[in-house]
């Protein structure tokens, strides 16, 4: 099996940043995408950003230039660095990541516990 877990989250004032980390852990032989989702209140979950084992990233429109996403694939750990936050981007956050626990075996996803972002003056 194969652990998240989340980090970063809070509440920050409108303009501020933040920076979300999801650790990886368990039986793991090999990451391949790692991302984040948020989910905001009486909305369906939407993917914010990805990023390839090689390094390829893919950001949604609404945060494109202020969301970086990055990892350290030796920590099996991806980041998401939120700047100019917005009470929009309110939401509670989810990483996961795509991996397999044998070589040549099938592509898992798991999923973290999610963290809260709130964006509130």
């Known amino acids: 099996q194969v652990q998240l877990v989340e980090a970063g989250g809070g509440l920050v004032q409108p303009g501020g940043s933040l920076r979300l980390s999801c650790a990886a852990s368990?039986?793991?032989?090999?990451?391949?995408?790692m991302g984040w989702y948020r989910q905001a209140p009486g909305k369906e979950r939407e993917r914010v950003a990805i990023?390839?084992?090689?390094?390829?990233?893919s950001y949604a429109d609404s945060v494109r230039g202020r969301f970086t996403i990055s990892r350290d694939n030796a920590k099996n750990t991806v980041f998401l660095q939120m700047n100019s936050l917005q009470p929009e981007d309110t939401a509670v956050y989810y990483c996961?990541?795509?991996?397999?626990?044998?070589?040549?075996?099938?592509?898992?996803?798991?999923w973290g516990q999610g963290t809260q972002v709130t964006v509130s003056s």
């Open positions: 996961n990541v795509d991996t397999r626990l044998r070589p040549a075996g099938p592509v898992y996803r798991y």
């Open positions: 368990g039986s793991i032989f090999r990451i391949n995408t």
């Open positions: 990023i390839t084992e090689g390094g390829s990233t």
